[in-house]
């Protein structure tokens, strides 16, 4: 396309009716292959994670060098370390500054790293092929004012600890590029899904949304990778899902709206087809109004929420109230129901947290069967599933249980992650070690 200076062998951009920009397929695609790899533009490390990754390449392992300066940030060796410098300025002195007293969010880190990049960059970078930086969908008149609040604050934040080594764009432009960050931000995870990191991808950033996607994003290190999870012919567009398909369609879509400002009319949205198995009541139960699910739900999420705050993490009292809200939602909620799988998900992150293995293999184990019907083909939350209970199952000395699990997390890691990425030859090397 004449406005793309660059192009990436196979796929082309094109303008999708009712969508906008897209990005489609030239040539077939097999189940399993990767379309393109994305460096990131940037991308920041999770302050939880610091010391056990390389703030600079992601990778994990033990023995990590610290800064000589500010003793916070982990890198592998030199040539890490001196490839980071640019962006770990940006916090290095600043962080024994302010002590205590530093906190910006990690979407404040990522936007400091932006703007250094951006004034360092002399031409379109890798991560730019196809669509640049600042081309990315802001939907900054879409925001709404608590949005815009949240935003303001984080402005302020970007002020306060990072005026020393930035200049600064004017504020709208500011506000425009926080709003960029915010639709097409990505998670980095591993391979149980545990958030790394967060990074943009500006390439990336062009594949639209559907609830049938034909494509997943996995990352190696800090680049992202797309792969199909169907095959593809000639013409076929590529499609990500933007959010957690486990749910039912008015709410993927009340989620779709809340953060990207449109609603899917993907042919499971128009179908609904698997709304009946998401929301499944007690037999002996008459249909209960969505709204009192809706609210039922957010009430308990709510309160998860808040007491994860209030008490601190104390983990008995939450993985309590998990019990309870479980038991409320038991008498009107079958087991393989979304929210009470969201829940007994919750319950069992708690007991992972407790190291109470028995309690999250229980829950593991009754999560997985309808995660199976209920996810798409090679979801990673299925897989993440297999891994965490074959994991468990080893530590538990449940040796064939364990392998079994273990393979069944392969079997999607190998179309998902591909045959050669490293979580799946760490996977195998488990497997032959247990």
Not at 58 to 66: H, S, V
Not at 104 to 112: I, W
Not at 305 to 324: G, H, S, V
Request: with cysteine; aromatic share 10%.
């Amino acid at each position: 396309p004449s406005e793309c200076e660059g192009s990436i062998e196979g796929l082309e951009r094109f303008d999708s009716p009712g969508k906008g920009r897209s990005l489609r397929v030239t040539r077939p695609f097999k189940l399993g292959e990767l379309l393109f790899s994305c460096p990131a533009y940037s991308y920041v490390l999770s302050l939880e994670e610091r010391g056990c990754y390389c703030e600079s390449c992601f990778t994990r392992k033990n023995g990590l060098a610290k800064c000589g300066k500010c003793h916070k940030a982990f890198y592998c060796n030199v040539k890490c370390q001196k490839g980071d410098w640019a962006m770990h300025k940006l916090e290095c002195s600043a962080m024994t500054a302010f002590g205590e007293n530093w906190c910006p969010s990690e979407t404040v880190r990522l936007v400091a790293r932006i703007l250094a990049k951006k004034k360092m960059q002399k031409e379109r970078c890798l991560s730019e092929k196809i669509l640049q930086i600042g081309e990315m969908q802001s939907h900054i008149e879409d925001v709404d004012n608590e949005k815009r609040e949240m935003n303001e604050a984080d402005v302020a934040r970007l002020h306060r600890f990072y005026s020393k080594h930035l200049d600064f764009p004017d504020h709208k432009d500011l506000l425009t590029l926080f709003s960029q960050v915010a639709c097409n931000g990505f998670t980095i995870e591993d391979d149980e899904l545990s958030h790394l990191g967060t990074a943009v991808y500006p390439d990336v950033a062009l594949i639209n949304h559907s609830c049938l996607p034909s494509v997943i994003v996995t990352f190696k290190g800090t680049s992202a990778e797309i792969r199909a999870v169907k095959n593809m012919k000639p013409g076929d567009e590529v499609l990500i899902s933007y959010i957690d398909l486990l749910y039912p369609t008015d709410d993927r879509n009340n989620r779709l709206r809340e953060s990207y400002y449109f609603t899917c009319d993907c042919q499971e949205c128009k179908s609904k087809s698997r709304d009946k198995t998401k929301l499944k009541v007690r037999k002996q139960r008459d249909p209960i109004e969505p709204e009192i699910i809706s609210n039922m739900v957010r009430y308990a999420r709510k309160a998860i929420r808040e007491n994860l705050r209030k008490y601190n993490r104390d983990y008995k009292i939450l993985l309590e109230m998990c019990e309870q809200s479980l038991e409320e939602m038991g008498a009107v909620f079958d087991d393989s129901n979304v929210y009470m799988l969201h829940m007994m998900y919750q319950a069992m992150g708690v007991c992972l947290y407790m190291e109470d293995p028995e309690g999250a293999i229980r829950y593991g184990e009754k999560i997985l069967k309808p995660y199976k019907q209920l996810y798409p083909p090679y979801s990673l939350n299925v897989s993440s599933m297999y891994l965490k209970l074959g994991r468990l199952y080893m530590g538990w000395e449940k040796h064939s249980m364990g392998i079994s699990a273990l393979k069944k997390a392969m079997a999607i890691m190998e179309v998902a992650h591909g045959k050669d990425h490293y979580y799946v030859t760490e996977l195998r090397n488990e497997m032959t070690q247990k």
